[in-house]
């Protein structure tokens, strides 16, 4: 069964360090998406893609957070500078189009400290 | 703007039991509704996908309902087992670009031998 792949699992990094993530969606799924999921909350959406473009960013910390998808294929999460209020889980998704449902990845665990 | 509640926040069954989580949704305006489960420090796991033109969805010992008119889904679990401890989180699509999704905050489910 197609996955989608994210690295890494999990990241330790320091207050103000600068952290990337990286997502690979099921081929052929045009809209992908970066969620951030604080412990014991549902997960909330920073970023969505469709292809290359974004589509909707409007819960994205922009100061401090950025997202590419340069080929409309796999996708980049960078944080600069990282803050503690940062340690989540952040989830990627995709879809082929909302009707088809989501699938998402593993996530990566970051904690900031 | 789209607001999804999950009852109970936790539940806690023997072995066996048949249980049902309950979900509801304050914007009716849904084209489907999706379930799924979480295991600790994990991503997502899609369990079920119901289509608005739908009233339930069914795989294996989990049945999930739709009523959109009342905004309410639930999943029903048979015949519980250990394993099936998680937490269970629905979603529904939404938002500006129509295909966030919005989730709730899940329910904790353990299952005790």
């Given amino acids: ?38 412990l014991g909350q549902g997960p909330e959406l920073l970023v969505q893609f469709q292809d290359e473009s974004v589509v909707d960013d409007s819960q994205l910390p922009k100061d401090r957070f950025s997202a590419e998808r340069l080929k409309g294929v796999d996708s980049t999460l960078k944080i600069q500078p990282a803050e503690l ?26 904690t900031v400290v | 703007k789209q607001e999804v509640t999950q009852i109970p926040a936790a539940l806690s069954v023997p072995e066996g039991e048949n249980l049902v989580l309950n979900c509801s949704f304050t914007d009716s305006a849904i084209y489907n509704l999706q379930w799924f489960r979480q295991d600790p420090g994990k991503g997502l796991t899609s369990l079920l996908l119901i289509q608005s033109s739908q009233r339930e969805q069914t795989s294996g010992r ?3 309902s739709l009523d959109k008119s009342s905004g309410r889904s639930t999943l029903y679990i048979a015949a519980s087992q250990p394993g099936d401890s998680a937490t269970y989180l629905c979603a529904v699509p939404g ?5 966030r999704l919005t989730f709730g905050e899940g329910t904790q489910l353990t299952v005790n031998p």
């Avoid at chain 1, 989608?4 to 207050?15: D, F, G, L």
């Avoid at chain 2, 938002?95 to 295909?99: C, E, I, M, R, V």
């Fill in chain 1, 85 to 110: 209020g940062d340690s989540a889980m952040y989830l990627c998704a995709s879809s082929p189009g909302g009707a088809y449902g989501y699938t998402f990845g593993s996530g990566t665990r970051l």
């Fill in chain 2, 95 to 99: 938002g500006t670009s129509g295909s």
């Fill in chain 2, 62 to 64: 989990l049945n999930a």
């Fill in chain 1, 1 to 38: 069964e197609a996955e989608v792949a994210q690295s890494p699992r999990y990241k330790i990094t320091e207050k103000s360090q600068a952290v990337a993530f990286w997502c690979d969606p099921i081929s052929g799924h045009a809209t992908l998406y970066w969620y951030r999921q604080i």
